[in-house]
Nanobody, 126 residues
Framework: EVQLVESGGGLVQAGGSLNLSCAAS????????IGWFRQAPGKEREGVLC????????YYTNSVKGRFTISSDNAKNTVFLQMNSLKPEDTAVYYC???????????????????WGQGTQVTVSS
């Protein structure tokens, strides 16, 4: 059973930092990509960043370039999203998902219906 569990969300002031974690299990971690997505109230889900051993880091949105980075600890089957210089517009529920490949923004290929985590809330106050 594929399982992804996000953690590390919270309330932070603008300009602050958070480091989200995505712990994955139930599949061969090294063979797939892990993407981070976010959904703000009233908005569609948006791709943020993705990482895979073959593609490296893939930014799905330019709005986080220079502020967010993604990394992976393959020994622990965990992917991290380091978020710096946070802005109020970064407020959203952040999800991680197991993908066949990172690919390109707007077209995503989850490895199954259970390939998404439950999400973690990130709130940035002004």
């Amino acid at each position: 059973e594929v399982q992804l569990v996000e953690s590390g969300g919270g309330l932070v002031q603008a300009g602050g930092s958070l480091n989200l974690s995505c712990a994955a299990s139930g599949f061969t971690f090294d063979d797939y990509a892990i993407g981070w997505f976010r959904q703000a109230p009233g908005k569609e889900r948006e791709g943020v960043l993705c990482i895979s051993s073959s593609e490296g880091s893939v930014y799905y949105t330019n709005s986080v370039k220079g502020r967010f980075t993604i990394s992976s600890d393959n020994a622990k089957n965990t992917v991290f999203l380091q978020m710096n210089s946070l802005k109020p517009e970064d407020t959203a529920v952040y999800y991680c998902a197991a993908l066949v490949v990172c690919g390109y923004s707007g077209t995503y290929y989850p490895i199954g219906n259970d390939a998404w985590g439950q999400g973690t809330q990130v709130t940035v106050s002004s």
